[in-house]
């Protein structure tokens, strides 16, 4: 999927919701969002999107920080909207699957779109902030900050390359 699809999604969302929070959305979009405690240890499971017999459901950890179950349930909101119709492997997925790599960046270029305004990004780097100081300011992982920045250059802005390379599964 490319950049001008995944943004052509989230467009269509923010016109016909006329919103960018991802709890909101998914109670516009008719998909069931729940909490849940999932753990805070290395390996636990941050979030998920299951659908079965029509019915979409995401299931964030609430035992994160508030700042990243919204990027979780954004990432998960990507998965519902972009994959919809993929067939998505059980949660012990061994991820060595090109198109599981694939979906879960695609989520993250989802998530990143969503959050993140165009012209945030663009007036703190025209004040001079850091790659790192610019993520901080926006309250998103430096990772979610690379997937916009890609987005942007795809887009056409003049902008650097990250210092950093984000791996499709930093939220893992």
């Known amino acids: 999927m490319t950049y001008?699809?995944?943004?052509?999604?989230?467009?269509?969302?923010i016109d016909r919701c006329k919103d960018r929070d991802p709890v909101r959305l998914c109670g516009d979009m008719d998909i069931i969002l729940l909490f849940q405690s999932m753990g805070?240890?290395?390996n636990a499971v941050k979030g998920f999107y299951f659908e079965s017999h029509r019915i979409r459901t995401i299931t964030v950890n609430s035992d994160l920080p508030e700042e990243l179950q919204?990027?979780?349930?954004?990432h998960e909101l990507g998965h519902a909207v972009l994959h919809r119709n993929e067939r998505l492997h059980s949660f012990n997925e061994l991820w060595m699957f090109d198109?599981?790599?694939?979906?879960e960046r695609e989520a993250n270029l989802f998530a990143a779109e969503l959050l993140i305004e165009d012209r945030d990004v663009l007036e703190?780097?025209?004040?001079?902030?850091?790659?790192?100081?610019?993520?901080?300011?926006l309250s998103v992982p430096a990772e979610l900050l690379d997937f916009k920045l890609r987005i942007m250059r795809d887009k056409g802005y003049d902008i650097k390359e990250s210092p950093i390379y984000a791996e499709s599964r930093f939220l893992k």
């Open 4 to 13: 001008e699809n995944i943004c052509g999604a989230v467009g269509r969302i």
């Open 40 to 42: 805070t240890e290395k």
């Open 70 to 74: 919204r990027i979780i349930a954004a």
């Open 99 to 103: 198109e599981a790599t694939s979906m």
């Open 124 to 137: 703190l780097l025209r004040e001079g902030k850091t790659f790192f100081e610019t993520a901080a300011r």
